[in-house]
């Protein structure tokens, strides 16, 4: 009787085993396409002012996934999206996204846009949170390589304080920085090799 229960129960946990992986990602998949929607099949966001969520470290798609969730980051666009997504499913997304490869934009540069862009991110120590390749780390997301549009939009918001819910360090760091100097650290964070 009790070697029949033991037979019973490991049957039971090998299967629970071989199910999960496919449970996971029967789940995820009709996400992962509403997302793409706006992100990006492939994570680069293709619509002007949508970002790119590919290669972003870890720790920051989390948190601004539950942010966004729990409304203290207002997204209209992304009203409902995450309503009952468990903390299990926001980590499968992060790790998801995380691991996509970057694709920088292809746009020409301006060169005497990139250069003063490249002097002015190094001159206001943007490196000094968001690495100086400009690929972030922890919950500092990565710039490198992210939409020319939506870096200056954010960017914008930042200066503006109308980043609700957003980490107030960045609306120090760039108070007072004129439209022109933004436009430009813009232009160039978006070519710096990813
Ligand atoms: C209808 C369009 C839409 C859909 C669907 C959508 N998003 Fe978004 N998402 C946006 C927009 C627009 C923003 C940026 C808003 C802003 O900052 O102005 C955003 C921001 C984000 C951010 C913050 C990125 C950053 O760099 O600050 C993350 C993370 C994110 N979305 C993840 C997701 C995930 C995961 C899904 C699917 C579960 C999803 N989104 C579905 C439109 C959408
Ligand atoms: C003290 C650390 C720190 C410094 C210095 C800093 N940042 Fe940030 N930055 C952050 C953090 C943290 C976030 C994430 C904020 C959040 O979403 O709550 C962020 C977010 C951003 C975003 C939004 C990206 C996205 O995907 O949503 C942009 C753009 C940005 N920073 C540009 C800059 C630029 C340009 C500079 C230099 C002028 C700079 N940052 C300096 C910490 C910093």
Excluded at 4 to 28: E, K, N, Y
Excluded at 50 to 59: E, I, T
Aim: net charge positive.
């Amino acid at each position: 009787m009790r070697r029949r229960l033991d037979l019973r129960v490991w049957l039971w946990f090998a299967l629970v085993c071989l199910s999960a992986p496919w449970a996971h990602s029967q789940t995820l998949a009709p996400r992962l396409a509403l997302c793409g929607a706006c992100h990006g099949a492939d994570g680069n966001s293709q619509i002007k002012d949508f970002p790119s969520l590919a290669g972003q470290p870890r720790v920051f798609l989390e948190n601004q996934l539950v942010l966004i969730r729990e409304g203290m980051r207002d997204i209209p666009a992304m009203k409902g999206t995450l309503q009952g997504v468990s903390d299990a499913e926001i980590t499968a997304l992060a790790k998801h996204y995380a691991a996509l490869p970057v694709k920088a934009s292809t746009a020409p540069a301006d060169a005497t846009l990139f250069e003063r862009g490249r002097r002015l991110s190094s001159e206001m120590r943007c490196g000094i949170c968001h690495l100086s390749d400009y690929q972030g780390r922890e919950q500092m997301p990565r710039l490198a390589g992210q939409r020319e549009d939506y870096l200056l939009h954010s960017m914008r918001q930042f200066r503006t304080n109308q980043a609700v819910g957003r980490d107030t360090q960045m609306a120090a760091a760039l108070y007072g920085v004129s439209d022109d100097d933004l436009r430009a650290m813009a232009h160039y964070l978006a070519r710096v090799s990813p």
